[in-house]
């Protein structure tokens, strides 16, 4: 059943019922629009009131069917909306906790709308690459008002009902209702059931004092906050039509562009972020209902870089936090550091006062492991050292209560054998945060061999709590990101072996869209972090060769920007990279010592030699079984790596530019004497899929 049929005296109420959101999918249109026939011919009916079942009104068309046949099926959104809207009887929309998309399209095309308080409202089709489709932006100005109907059309973001209908002027809702919304709505509608000519769509012409200009300006100003992206600029151009053209008219120009829109990548690539965050909160053989163990309070061992940062996300939902520490000084440092991020939060207009007071209190800081052992989750946040890790673990285990969740936030050792250190190892897991851990979303899980289901379930749900974007890895070295970031990085010193500078394959790659290139983030992050990952490599796979640049530039202490030196030269206190003569020097003798003769590299080939290598090591993680699907490893690098959101991720790039494509890209590197030929190799996965035409995330 997809929408429900009942009288209540004299009013019909259809209730759309189509879980998990009400989406708008074929079934609920269908039943929808026999509901109002129904109505409309039975003579005791004088009104119709929509609402929705469960816990929204609808969330708009229905995603999952975009692209396929039932979309287009009748009646599709359109004709019942236009249906609803020649009802010869009045029809009221009874709008609850969310109305969005579509939803709100069908509950414009009703005649009158009352609305639940708190109910969020929102046109958010432009953060899927589209405008709305179904009339939207020509009936939502027409309500609202232009100017507020545009702010929320470009940028998508929900508003609360009660603050829409404040809106001076606005048609938009009749009647927001406090109690019952049935009640009030059938009561709203008996109110208005004799009452005609029924409400129609009205001209818009009159209604802005300067429309030529006001969306000049607006043009501008969506151009350039979305440069990538050409749905916003889309609707501004949408709403325009509503204000200048007649209703036909402007509807077939939302029309169009809808349709254009749906095919562009930028589209795809949304629709795809948008399924892949949902998916990755999927585990397969995870049931969605696991119990889940309280997580009250949390205990964090190391309050340096990462483990300040991690608190700061269970503060911010109020989840108390104590922090332990080695010595007083570096505890006091560290709560220090938490202090002055929100004080900069303050300064920023981004927290208040009461709130900051608020979240402080939660935090304490201790000395002794004796005073975290009534915590439901421990992260521990030290050294980077499996010594360092073996003792914590093993305190742990004798201090912390039974069942007590145990959590490494370690980077690249071995999640089992720190599980090994303890004697509850289906107690631990891996939560790898991302630098600053305060800002970042990724939150990789990392799922040991004897991590307990319930431990997994309850960390993600936790996860979803504090914010973070969640994606399990197994174990294996470096998780998914870091270790696909590696080949990405080899890749980037062979470049510069060959006959690259630093900063020409850092703009080739942010002109690809990668927020920062493989140098700058170097910088950022600190040089010798890989320097030390890399000298372990050396003695564990002594065959796998890499570029020496980075480890000469080491060698001259340029560890970035902490240094105030790495690839690139910095002023003191500043963060603009400036091309170092020094280091094209360097960069000059090795290849001299090498034997190498510089060529000119394309911004092609440097873009597809970085991001190919991080497809052909996913595709060798997926097959591993170390990500869960295509779509994780996408996630990965869209909320860690800042991998253009426009491109949806790597192995969604890899299936745009088709997988038979990437292949024969790969085997020609791989003829390149100065790459690593072994490396280019096709995955076997990613060879099969290529060979039988599919794509990763098929
Ligand atoms: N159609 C079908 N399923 C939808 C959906 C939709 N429009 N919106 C959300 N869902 C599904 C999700 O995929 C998820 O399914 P799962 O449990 O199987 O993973 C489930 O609903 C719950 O979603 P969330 O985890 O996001 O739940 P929240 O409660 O946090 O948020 C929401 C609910 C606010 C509705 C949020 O899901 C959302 O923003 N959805 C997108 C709404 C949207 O973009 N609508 C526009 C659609 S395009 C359109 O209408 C075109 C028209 O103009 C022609
Ligand atoms: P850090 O050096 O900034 O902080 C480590 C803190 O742990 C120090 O304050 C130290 O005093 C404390 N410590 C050391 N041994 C301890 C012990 N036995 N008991 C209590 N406290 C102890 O290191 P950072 O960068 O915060 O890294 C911590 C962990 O997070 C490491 O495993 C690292 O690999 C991982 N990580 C680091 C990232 C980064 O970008 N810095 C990113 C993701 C993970």
Redesign the pocket.
């Known amino acids: 059943m997809s929408a429900n049929y009942e009288v209540r005296g004299s009013v019909a109420v259809i209730t759309l019922n189509n879980p998990?959101?009400n989406?708008?999918?074929h079934a609920t249109r269908k039943a929808t629009a026999e509901g109002i026939e129904r109505a409309e011919n039975d003579a005791a009916i004088k009104a119709v009131v929509i609402a929705g079942a469960g816990?929204?009104f609808?969330?708009?068309?229905?995603?999952?069917?975009?692209g396929s046949p039932k979309a287009l099926a009748e009646p599709n959104?359109l004709s019942l909306i236009a249906r609803v809207e020649s009802c010869s009887k009045p029809v009221v929309a009874a709008i609850h906790s969310?109305c969005?998309?579509?939803?709100l399209?069908l509950a414009l095309g009703c005649h009158y709308r009352v609305a639940a308080p708190g109910t969020?409202v929102?046109?958010?089709?432009v953060?899927?690459g589209?405008?709305?489709?179904?009339g939207?932006t020509q009936r939502l100005p027409r309500a609202l008002g232009v100017e507020p109907a545009l702010n929320m059309i470009v940028s998508?973001e929900?508003v609360n009902s009660e603050l829409l209908a404040q809106v001076p002027g606005q048609v938009l809702f009749q009647k927001i209702v406090e109690g019952d919304l049935l009640d009030g709505a059938v009561a709203f509608a008996m109110e208005v059931a004799d009452k005609r000519p029924l409400p129609r769509v009205r001209d818009l012409k009159a209604q802005h004092p300067e429309p030529q200009g006001y969306f000049q300006f607006a043009r501008n100003t969506v151009q350039a906050m979305s440069k990538h992206f050409p749905a916003p600029l889309q609707c501004v151009d949408a709403v325009a039509a509503a204000v200048s053209q007649r209703f036909e008219d402007g509807m077939k120009a939302e029309r169009d562009a809808?349709a254009q829109l749906m095919l562009t990548p930028e589209s795809k690539a949304l629709r795809h972020a948008?399924?892949a965050e949902?998916?990755a909160?999927?585990i397969p053989d995870v049931p969605e209902d696991t119990p889940l163990r309280p997580i009250q309070k949390v205990a964090i061992i190391g309050a340096g870089t990462m483990g300040g940062g991690i608190a700061m996300n269970f503060l911010n939902a109020g989840i108390p936090v104590t922090l332990l520490e080695m010595k007083i000084e570096a505890l006091d440092r560290g709560i220090e550091t938490i202090r002055k991020n929100y004080e900069a939060q303050i300064r920023k207009g981004k927290l208040k006062e009461d709130k900051y007071a608020q979240r402080m209190a939660l935090l304490q800081g201790t000395l002794s492991y004796t005073e975290i052992g009534d915590a439901d989750l421990v992260i521990e946040a030290v050294f980077e050292d499996i010594g360092v890790k073996e003792q914590v673990f093993r305190r742990l285990d004798e201090v912390m209560k039974p069942g007590a969740i145990l959590a490494s936030n370690t980077s690249t050792l071995d999640v089992n054998k720190i599980a090994s250190f303890t004697k509850r190892p289906q107690d631990v897991i891996g939560t790898h945060f991302f630098s600053p851990a305060n800002v970042m979303k990724l939150l990789e899980v990392v799922r040991g061999a004897a991590t307990a289901k319930d431990v997994l379930a309850t960390v993600m749900a936790l996860g979803k709590k504090i914010r973070k974007t969640c994606v399990v890895s197994g174990v294996c070295d470096g998780f998914i990101g870091n270790r696909m970031i590696e080949q990405y990085s080899r890749q980037a010193g062979f470049l510069l072996e060959e006959g690259c500078t630093p900063q020409q394959v850092d703009k080739a790659v942010e002109r690809f869209g990668f927020a920062m290139g493989p140098f700058r983030m170097g910088d950022l992050a600190g040089n010798d972090v890989g320097w030390y990952i890399r000298k372990r490599r050396y003695i564990e796979k002594p065959d796998l060769r890499y570029s020496k640049t980075a480890d000469l530039l080491c060698e001259m202490g340029r560890f970035g920007q902490k240094t105030g030196a790495g690839w690139y030269d910095y002023q003191p206190g500043k963060r603009d990279a400036i091309p170092s003569r020094t280091v094209l020097e360097m960069i000059d003798m090795h290849r001299s010592a090498l034997g190498i003769t510089p060529r000119k590299i394309s911004d092609e080939e440097i873009v597809q030699r970085l991001v190919f290598a991080l497809v052909n090591e996913g595709a060798r993680i997926l097959e591993e079984g170390i990500a869960l699907r295509a779509s994780d490893i996408d996630m990965v690098y869209l909320t860690g790596y800042g991998f253009p959101l426009w491109r949806g991720g790597p192995m969604c790039y890899a299936d745009t530019v088709g997988l038979y494509n990437v292949v024969q890209t790969m085997k020609r590197f791989a003829r390149n004497p100065l790459d690593d030929g072994k490396f280019w190799e096709p995955a076997p996965l990613l060879a099969r899929l290529a060979e039988q035409g599919k794509g990763f995330t098929d």
């Open positions: 998990p959101v989406g708008l999918g816990k929204a609808s969330g708009g068309a229905d995603i999952r069917e975009f959104l969310v969005m998309g579509g939803g399209e969020k929102a046109l958010p089709e953060k899927l589209l405008l709305p489709g179904a939207g998508g929900p809808f948008f399924f949902r998916a909160a999927k």
